[in-house]
């Protein structure tokens, strides 16, 4: 099967030629006729599986075919971080690039100066996060009277960063009779609720296993105390001599911490996280992709959107609280047939994360002690005698680390 198969515009068959893609994927294949067809959708991948191709092909043969000429806005794509707005944008671009389709892109972090400029002169499809839309609305820079399909991008994201207000806010100015599409990497109880209320008998499309890592992923635990984590995390960097490291920590304050040490260890790095800038967040990340930083370190809210090719290694500083968000984290290497290692650090008392882990995956990852590093077993850690549940555990990283304490629905943790 091949994307002539979906009778896609010739314009749109030339710009997937020329981005080198010979087949659709499996989400692609159930997504696309789905969507042509005009069906809510509600859909199940992970990263790296070609979901935004999913849904961008579709919308720009709709509007190719049906109303070339209506110069309106009628998508509107809603991603929960800057970075996935920024790729996903891309994605459009790229795929519409031998067509007539205006594509805008709104965020939060920089001027509205530009994006309210390209609104006026007028777009077909807005990419846009929740906080930065509903500014423009307010503003009335912006009308959705006349959007005819909602996307909502990294859904169950969306509702970790608690943008469930938002969401409500945004659809009740959103016309009846409109086609939603809901992607997500899992489908929690709360992604079930929230189609409830924006999916009218929506199609589900589920293609991959949620709890499966992708077979190319070397994983690797290690046991360390806590207070040699950096250290090691330097080491296997320096000695090994990765070029290109993405790391995890929980929360953005160990993020920027981890960065300055590891800089002074003589391992160049960067953090970003939702309190960067956005100027900064650009920065950060096109430096590690010209390899001019051997380490970003990530938040989980942060690295959703970031896609580096050819990644090959990914460090677990902390273990995420939500094990799905293992998943995640280690699905950014590994992609487009490529291999890659991930490497984990588990402290004493953060045994049960890994356990959580093992449970979701149902595989056991043997932990490993690295000479040199080998944990103190005298040492006890308070965390060990009774260690918070996995709800709270949860809601505690979301919270801290993810976004600022809410103060209303306009937190600055929220406006990304």
Not at 57 to 62: A, E
Not at 116 to 145: C, K, M
Not at 187 to 195: P, R, T
Not at 267 to 289: C, M, P, T, W, Y
């Amino acid at each position: 099967m091949n994307f002539s198969s979906f009778s896609l515009h010739p314009m749109l068959l030339k710009a997937i030629t020329e981005s080198a893609y010979d087949e659709p994927t499996d989400i692609q294949k159930q997504s696309i006729p789905l969507i042509l067809a005009n069906h809510d959708v509600m859909a199940r991948a992970q990263t790296g599986t070609g979901k935004t191709a999913a849904f961008a092909l579709p919308i720009l043969q709709k509007i190719i075919t049906l109303q070339p000429t209506l110069q309106k806005l009628r998508v509107l794509v809603l991603t929960p971080t800057r970075e996935l707005a920024q790729q996903v944008y891309k994605s459009f671009s790229t795929y519409g690039q031998f067509t007539d389709v205006k594509i805008g892109i709104a965020y939060g972090g920089v001027s509205t100066k530009k994006q309210i400029t390209e609104l006026e002169a007028g777009i077909d499809i807005l990419v846009a996060t929740p906080g930065r839309l509903l500014d423009l609305l307010q503003s009335e820079h912006l009308t959705l009277d006349n959007i005819q399909t909602l996307v909502f991008d990294e859904a169950d994201r969306m509702l970790d960063m608690g943008f469930k207000d938002e969401i409500n806010r945004i659809t009740q100015r959103i016309p009846q009779g409109k086609q939603t599409l809901l992607f997500s990497a899992t489908f929690a109880d709360e992604i079930y609720q929230m189609s409830k209320s924006i999916l009218v008998d929506p199609k589900i499309v589920e293609i991959d296993d949620k709890n499966k890592v992708a077979e190319d992923v070397e994983q690797i635990v290690y046991g360390v105390d806590a207070d040699r984590k950096r250290e090691l995390t330097s080491y296997l960097i320096g000695s090994k001599n990765w070029k290109q490291v993405l790391v995890f920590t929980r929360t953005k304050q160990c993020a920027d911490e981890l960065a300055k040490e590891m800089t002074k260890d003589g391992v160049k790095s960067l953090a970003i996280h939702g309190d960067k800038s956005q100027g900064a967040r650009e920065k950060a990340l096109n430096e590690f992709k010209e390899g001019k930083v051997r380490a970003l370190i990530a938040t989980d809210v942060a690295a959703r959107g970031i896609d580096i090719k050819g990644l090959s290694h990914v460090i677990n500083y902390e273990l995420p609280y939500n094990a799905e968000d293992y998943v995640h984290r280690i699905g950014r290497t590994a992609r487009a047939g490529n291999s890659g290692v991930a490497v984990s650090l588990v402290s004493t008392g953060e045994e049960w994360l890994l356990k959580a882990i093992e449970e979701l995956l149902d595989i056991s990852l043997l932990q490993q002690w690295l000479p040199g590093y080998e944990p103190d077993l005298t040492k006890i850690s308070k965390s060990d005698k009774k260690p918070m549940s996995k709800k709270n555990a949860r809601n505690n990283a979301l919270s801290t680390g993810s976004r600022s304490s809410k103060r209303g629905s306009h937190s600055r943790g929220k406006r990304r």
